[in-house]
Each structure stands twice: as C-alpha cells, then as structure tokens.
Nanobody, 123 residues
C-alpha cells in the first residue's frame, strides 16, 4: 500500500486547509483510517480517525469542532478538512491505514503510513 498525502501549506491563523490522502495498491474500503501529526521536537500525536464505512469518527480534543475527517471509498481517499487553524496546529500531518475496520487512536493499530504533508499556521 502506498499513501500519498497532499494539501498542506502555509496559512494564516483562522484559515482553512483540506488535506487529502490517496491510496494505491489495495482498496481501503474495509479499513479504518487515521490522521496523525508531529510538530518539531514533539512526539507524533493522534488527530482524527474514521471507520471503514465512514459512520464513526473520533478526534483529539484540541481539534474537535474545527477538523472534519471524511472518506470516499470509491476514490480510495481520506480527507481532513481543517478550519479555524491555529499556530499550535503547525506540524507534519500523516495519514495511515488501520489494521482494523473500526476507529482507533493508537499508532500501533496502523500498519501503513504516508510520507506526510507540512502544515504551517502563522499568527
């Protein structure tokens, strides 16, 4: 499985970005998906996850109400809509494929990772 993340960039605080993660090599329709991020000098942290059918989602507290995860199984793609961005959201964002169909926030539950896309939010 190869994951290609895109959509990152530089944005001012309060702005929006939409990240995309396109998969190739296998269909993702039976797998949960997740987004994680890693800021400089910090550990990778969970951001959002979505179940295989898209009915269930979970978010880390700091992005609730601002970020929306979604997926298009026909396109083999998962998205992360990020609104009202804050400087603390600055990080490299990674998408990942879960071993399971349900949502999970644990990195150990993911077995395929994308290369990451940089998001920088200026104040």
């Amino acid at each position: 499985v190869q994951l290609q993340a895109s959509g990152g960039g530089l944005v001012q605080a309060g702005g929006s970005l939409r990240l995309s993660c396109a998969a190739s090599g296998r269909t993702l329709s039976s797998a949960g998906m997740g987004w994680f991020r890693q800021a400089p000098g910090k550990e990778r942290e969970f951001v959002a996850t979505i179940s295989w059918g898209g009915r269930s989602t979970r978010y880390t507290d700091s992005v609730k109400g601002r970020f929306i995860i979604s997926r298009d199984n026909a396109a083999n793609t998962v998205y992360l809509q990020m609104n009202n961005l804050k400087p603390d959201d600055t990080a490299v964002y990674y998408c990942a494929v879960s071993k399971y169909g349900s949502t999970t926030s644990y990195p150990r539950d993911y077995n395929y990772w994308g290369q990451g896309t940089q998001v920088t939010v200026s104040s």
